[in-house]
């Protein structure tokens, strides 16, 4: 069962479940993702602030991961902080409960690099984050305190109530068949699509001033290293993301490259950039779970960039033929 199953790092796991062969039912508020086949046994349109919805997406259920939140990249997550709060949190605490009360055998929750505090994040030549860092907690937004106090109640449930809880916390999941635009795209996919629609030569704006860092890792890999943990015995919150560091200059120039374009990068100082340097620590995931990403940022970006040039170049075509037609 995946909840957020129509979101998309929930889409990706339950394509890649469903064809092993697993039962899948995947729960959300709207199935509007990118992924064409069919990729579940069984589909809920559900909204799991609710109480009574959770029982039902939990009913008969093994094994719960769960993915759905209200969430989106740094701009997003900077300006909205109650609606963010209010929903995670009844998301999260009633989803625990009727897993509980349905006795679901395992849980896992995703929690995120946003966690992590502010005074640890502050030079773009960080050190990788290790699990431990996440106290004395000072998250840098109100996203990553309430994954940070779902932490703690996942923790609660596993001591008081013997619960078998998995946690893991991603750092920046990017790939084909996500958001790219709207608003609650990420870095990797806004540039894709800033890319994918400038012109040749063109330009296109960087949030900041480019020598922000971070570390980014490929769907697949989150995927199997998702799955791995779900099967692990390990119960304490585990990182799941990549160690190579990078600016966003950087990554942007990744992107330009793969596009063949000749572009030219403006900056935005005033535009939201979060913390000024974030990498992963995978010391504990490489011994725990013998995993670690497999996919290069090149690679993981060419087959990115891609997919959102095909979508920017369809729309354009839908639209050239609207204003045919009027
Ligand atoms: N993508 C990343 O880089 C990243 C990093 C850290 C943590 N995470 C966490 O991983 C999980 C999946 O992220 P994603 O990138 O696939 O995001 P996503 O936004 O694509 O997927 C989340 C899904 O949750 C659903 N959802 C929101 N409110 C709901 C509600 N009330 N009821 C039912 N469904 C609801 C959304 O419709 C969406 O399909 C989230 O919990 C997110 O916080 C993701």
Same mark, same amino acid.
């Given at each position: 069962m995946i909840t957020g199953g129509g979101g998309f790092i929930g889409s990706h796991l339950a394509r890649y479940l469903y064809q092993q062969g697993h039962f899948v039912r995947v729960a959300d508020v709207k199935f509007d993702g990118y992924i064409q086949e069919k990729h579940y046994n069984e589909k809920l349109t559900l909204d799991l602030r609710n109480w009574e919805n959770c029982l039902k997406a939990t009913e008969n259920?093994?094994?719960?991961?769960?993915?759905?939140?209200?969430? =989106?990249?740094?701009?997003?997550?900077?300006?909205? =902080?109650?609606?963010?709060?209010?929903?995670?949190?009844?998301?999260?605490?009633?989803?625990?409960?009727?897993?509980?009360?349905?006795k679901v055998k395992r849980f896992l929750f995703s929690s995120s690099a946003c966690v992590y505090p502010t005074y640890r994040q502050t030079d773009p030549n960080?050190? =990788?984050?290790?699990?431990?860092?996440?106290?004395?907690?000072?998250?840098?937004?109100?996203?990553?305190?309430? *994954?940070?106090?779902?932490?703690?109640m996942c923790q609660a449930y596993q001591r008081d109530h013997n619960m078998d809880i998995r946690t893991l916390r991603y750092h920046n999941i990017y790939g084909p068949e996500g958001t790219y635009k709207g608003g609650r795209e990420k870095s990797p996919a806004a540039l894709c699509r800033k890319v994918?629609?400038?012109?040749?030569?063109?330009?296109?704006?960087?949030?900041?001033?480019?020598? !922000?860092?971070?570390?980014?890792?490929?769907?697949?890999?989150?995927? *199997?290293?998702?799955? @791995?943990?779900?099967?692990?015995?390990?119960?304490? +919150?585990?990182?799941?993301?990549?160690?190579?560091?990078?600016?966003?200059?950087?990554?942007?120039?990744?992107?330009?490259?793969?596009?063949?374009?000749?572009i030219t990068k403006k900056y935005d100082p005033t535009? +939201? !950039?979060?913390?000024?340097?974030?990498?992963?620590?995978?010391?504990?995931?490489? @011994?725990?779970?013998?995993?670690?990403?497999?996919?290069?940022?090149?690679?993981?970006?060419? *087959?990115?960039? *891609?997919?959102?040039?095909? @979508?920017?170049?369809?729309?354009?075509?839908?639209? !050239?033929?609207?204003? !045919?037609?009027?």
């Open positions: 259920i093994d094994k719960v991961y769960n993915l759905a939140a209200n969430m =989106g990249g740094i701009g997003f997550i900077t300006t909205v =902080g109650a609606e963010v709060m209010h929903d995670n949190t009844l998301i999260n605490t009633y989803m625990l409960e009727a897993s509980r009360q349905n960080v050190t =990788g984050l290790k699990e431990e860092d996440a106290y004395p907690a000072d998250p840098d937004n109100f996203y990553g305190w309430e *994954k940070l106090y779902t932490e703690k994918a629609e400038a012109l040749n030569p063109g330009e296109i704006t960087i949030w900041g001033d480019g020598k !922000q860092t971070r570390s980014y890792c490929y769907i697949d890999d989150a995927v *199997k290293a998702t799955i @791995k943990l779900m099967e692990s015995n390990y119960n304490k +919150p585990i990182n799941i993301g990549s160690d190579r560091l990078v600016t966003i200059d950087e990554l942007a120039d990744i992107i330009i490259k793969t596009s063949g374009k000749t535009a +939201p !950039q979060g913390v000024r340097g974030r990498n992963a620590d995978l010391t504990l995931v490489k @011994k725990i779970l013998d995993w670690e990403p497999q996919t290069t940022l090149e690679q993981g970006l060419e *087959k990115t960039y *891609k997919w959102i040039e095909t @979508k920017v170049i369809e729309e354009r075509e839908l639209t !050239q033929t609207y204003a !045919q037609r009027i």
